[in-house]
């Protein structure tokens, strides 16, 4: 365990974030971290001691990704640690780039609280309350309800690529006043993520017609993305935290499918393996046996299974057969031909090997297999060994070796005595 109760770092998980740092006024120093990262250990000495030394000033917290997956999802945590600093806005959390040193880490966090101070002083910091049975500090803001009409529906939400969360309500409605304070809480802590608008469906009789709404309040989810006019009915709970949970968690859908890098060097293995909680290595058919049309549909595959499991944060890498034999042998690849791809765990030290096709069927099969911890795994006795330098693929077709010209050697002497020429 990196953290535990006697630490002035405070615990934060998908249950108690939003209420203790986003419905904050005070300045959050957030660490995002994996209990096996080993850059996490190396750091958790030190942001121990500047928790110790900003209490009372600044919240200093961390969340366990292993446990906490959804929490990291909204603000693209790709690798770890990741630090985030929750100041005056905290929709908007800043990157912390300083100094994994504690007293880095207080001094950053002691210029955020001086941003924030000179913010109120200008009359740009505290919250807002609105009407609609906003409530009062701390409640959200009905200013952040983004207000829809007939004549402004398809402009704002149809025409967005972003996420938006509708109500359509009657201002007489009960169940809808009552709603009317979460939904505000909610769009306040969504800021900057997912929209949620409100639509008087008693004035506005036209966009509800459209939608079929026939009972207050009806909420209409419209995903992320160029929009047909559809939407789907929001069934979670009416709570602010429920609404936000939900919310997020089709925000991080939308959170960019992983790269696929090329194993050209040591460094790539380190940034895109020895952090992530799974590292998917592929080693693909020389390029002379597939030209660069085969090797595009292989890495086309990997992609695409790639982006069905973005939210993991795993690492992707490949190289060509042969490329990289110490790779290879480390993994037990070779015996099962090209391609071949190995799903490693570093911090287990184990690791599964494809022993089904190489489409997406078969990928997929490893990959679900593995997310739950089952598969045939085997033993990483010493790690993965650093991986060699090569030249990175040019995306064309393989070139094969010149044959040697054999035009001239009619005239050699090969046995040792001349020839009489006939």
């Given amino acids: 365990m990196v953290y535990d109760k006697s630490d002035d770092v405070i615990e934060l998980t998908a249950g108690n974030f939003n209420n203790l740092v986003i419905n904050s006024d005070e300045v959050w120093l957030v660490e995002f971290y994996a209990p096996w990262c080993g850059h996490c250990k190396s750091l958790a000495p030190e942001w121990k001691r500047a928790a110790t030394a900003l209490k009372g000033v600044v919240k200093v917290g961390a969340v366990d990704m292993d446990v906490h997956g959804s929490v990291g999802g909204p603000y693209n945590v790709?690798?770890?640690?990741t630090i985030k600093v929750f100041g005056a806005n905290k929709n908007?959390?800043?990157?912390?780039?300083?100094?994994?040193?504690?007293?880095?880490?207080?001094?950053?966090?002691?210029?955020?609280?001086?941003?924030?101070?000179?913010?109120?002083?200008?009359?740009?910091?505290?919250?807002?309350?609105?009407?609609?049975?906003?409530?009062?500090?701390?409640?959200?803001?009905?200013?952040?309800?983004?207000?829809?009409?007939?004549?402004?529906?398809?402009?704002?939400?149809l025409g967005s690529k972003d996420i938006w969360l509708v109500e359509f309500f009657a201002s007489w409605c009960g169940h809808c006043q009552r709603l009317a304070p979460e939904w505000a809480k909610a769009a306040s802590e969504l800021k900057g993520k997912v929209h949620l608008a409100a639509l008087d469906a008693t004035v506005h009789t036209v966009t509800a017609a459209r939608y079929q709404v026939q009972g207050y309040p009806t909420i209409k989810l419209f995903s992320a993305g160029p929009k047909d006019g559809d939407a789907a009915d929001y069934q979670g709970g009416r709570t602010a935290s429920d609404i936000v949970q939900a919310a997020l968690d089709l925000h991080a859908e939308t959170?960019?499918?992983?790269?696929?890098?090329?194993?050209?060097?040591?460094?790539?293995?380190?940034?895109?393996?020895?952090?992530?909680?799974?590292?998917?290595v592929s080693f693909l058919p020389n390029i002379l046996d597939t030209g660069a049309a085969g090797r595009n549909q292989y890495l086309g595959t990997l992609k695409e299974v790639g982006e069905k499991y973005r939210k993991k944060l795993w690492g992707w890498v490949w190289a060509e057969a042969g490329a990289q034999p110490k790779l290879e042998q480390a993994l037990g690849v070779g015996g099962f031909g090209y391609p071949a791809m190995a799903a490693v765990n570093l911090r287990k030290k184990k690791y599964v090997l494809l022993r089904g096709s190489f489409d997406r069927e078969g990928i997929d099969e490893l990959l679900r297999a593995v997310s739950v911890g089952r598969g045939r795994t085997e033993d990483l006795q010493a790690g993965?060994?650093?991986?060699?330098?090569?030249?990175?693929?040019?995306?064309?077709?393989?070139?094969?070796?010149?044959?040697?010209?054999?035009?001239?050697?009619?005239?050699?002497?090969?046995?040792?005595?001349?020839?009489?020429?006939?």
């Fill in 255 to 280: 959170i960019n499918p992983p790269e696929l890098v090329e194993v050209v060097s040591a460094e790539v293995m380190k940034e895109n393996c020895n952090e992530k909680p799974l590292c998917v």
């Fill in 384 to 422: 993965l060994p650093d991986a060699q330098t090569v030249a990175p693929w040019d995306g064309k077709d393989g070139q094969p070796p010149e044959e040697p010209d054999l035009s001239d050697l009619g005239d050699l002497d090969v046995g040792g005595d001349k020839k009489e020429e006939l």
């Fill in 92 to 157: 908007s959390p800043k990157d912390y780039n300083g100094a994994r040193t504690a007293q880095g880490i207080v001094d950053s966090a002691l210029q955020e609280v001086q941003n924030v101070v000179k913010d109120r002083l200008g009359g740009r910091g505290g919250r807002s309350s609105g009407s609609r049975g906003s409530g009062g500090q701390g409640s959200g803001s009905s200013d952040d309800v983004i207000e829809l009409t007939d004549a402004n529906f398809e402009e704002k939400v």
């Fill in 78 to 81: 790709r690798g770890f640690p």
